[in-house]
């Protein structure tokens, strides 16, 4: 169950991506336990693919608890119309390493209409690539315009880590709306 409202970020390039921290006030309930949303990142190059395909560009919505879980929602970008809702972070890719900006996003319209994810525990893929990440696959993409996509390029094009085999993880649809 995701709970979501519009309100400032603070941008700022790492060195690696472009990430968007969150104020308080937006989260993910995972197995009825609740996950602030703390950032979202992008890789240009998806990490992960739905049926086979990789994408020009996966986002990362990290969430992390007080004792330090994690829940990373995973939002595949496809090449479309210009999207609105993303149009303040995209624009924001110009972002110079180690400065900040402040913009104003919409959390829950960055996300596609319909929220079937695909689930599994994994671990993050920068590192240290921790351990015992819950991750969730939207299965639906969000379009966003070519040039959208090629200002997250522009930032930073392949800064993806290479699909990862399974490694006997099972994979789960979870088709809750949220």
Same mark, same amino acid.
């Given at each position: 169950?995701?709970? @979501?409202?519009?309100?400032?970020?603070?941008?700022?390039?790492?060195?690696? /991506?472009?990430?968007?921290?969150?104020?308080?006030?937006?989260?993910?309930?995972?197995?009825?336990?609740?996950?602030?949303?703390?950032?979202?990142?992008?890789?240009?190059?998806? %990490?992960? /693919?739905?049926?086979?395909?990789?994408?020009?560009? &996966?986002?990362?919505?990290?969430?992390?608890?007080?004792?330090? %879980?994690?829940?990373?929602?995973?939002?595949?970008? /496809? &090449?479309? =119309? %210009?999207?609105?809702?993303?149009? $303040?972070?995209?624009?924001?890719?110009?972002?110079?390493?180690?400065?900040?900006?402040?913009?104003?996003?919409?959390?829950?319209?960055?996300?596609?209409?319909?929220?079937?994810? @695909? +689930? @599994?525990?994994?671990?993050?893929?920068? $590192?240290?690539? /921790?351990?015992?990440?819950?991750?969730?696959?939207? %299965?639906? $993409?969000?379009?966003?315009? =070519?040039?959208?996509?090629? =200002?997250?390029?522009?930032?930073?094009?392949?800064?993806? +880590?290479?699909?990862?085999?399974?490694?006997? +993880? &099972?994979?789960?649809?979870?088709?809750? &709306?949220?």
């Amino acid at each position: 169950m995701l709970s @979501y409202t519009a309100g400032a970020a603070k941008v700022t390039n790492n060195g690696h /991506t472009i990430v968007a921290s969150a104020a308080e006030g937006n989260s993910l309930s995972v197995d009825g336990k609740d996950f602030p949303l703390v950032q979202i990142h992008f890789h240009a190059g998806s %990490e992960h /693919t739905i049926n086979g395909e990789q994408f020009p560009a &996966e986002v990362h919505f990290v969430h992390k608890t007080a004792e330090g %879980e994690l829940a990373v929602l995973g939002v595949m970008i /496809t &090449e479309g =119309a %210009e999207n609105a809702a993303w149009a $303040p972070f995209t624009g924001a890719m110009g972002t110079a390493k180690d400065a900040e900006a402040e913009i104003q996003l919409d959390w829950a319209a960055m996300l596609p209409t319909s929220k079937m994810t @695909y +689930r @599994y525990t994994g671990s993050l893929t920068t $590192p240290p690539c /921790t351990e015992g990440v819950h991750w969730m696959l939207l %299965e639906t $993409p969000v379009e966003l315009s =070519a040039d959208q996509i090629a =200002a997250m390029k522009a930032a930073y094009d392949g800064n993806f +880590r290479p699909v990862q085999p399974l490694n006997g +993880r &099972e994979v789960q649809m979870d088709s809750s &709306e949220g």
